[in-house]
């Protein structure tokens, strides 16, 4: 049940879109999730400065059901900077990863 929000100031293409929903994929494997309930989304083109510059920047948000561990978080954060950096052309300088945990997940009318 995690939920990979990838904002950025930058235009992204569509084939950069499944390229990144791709490697999320993959990625959240390091949180001990699966791809078959990974829910990824994107809000380009975002107002977004970081330490007072507009240049190319992204904030990416992930959610998860339950708590991920420290080490694992740090392997997911690799792992992000790593895609943001090789598909979309921002540095990992650029680049905040943030994690929210929650014990409420609601699909399908029921929570888990």
Known sequence: MPFVNVNTNTK????QEIAVKSEMGKAIENL???ENWLMVGFNPEMPLYFQGSDAP????DISV????????CEQMTAAVC???EKELG?????TYVKYSGTAQWGWNRSDF
């Open 12 to 15: 992204i293409t569509k084939a």
């Open 90 to 94: 921002i540095s990992a300088s650029r």
């Open 57 to 60: 920047a992204a904030f990416v």
């Open 65 to 72: 059901f339950g708590k991920s561990s420290d080490a694992q």
């Open 32 to 34: 001990g999730k699966t």
């Open 82 to 84: 790593d895609i943001v």
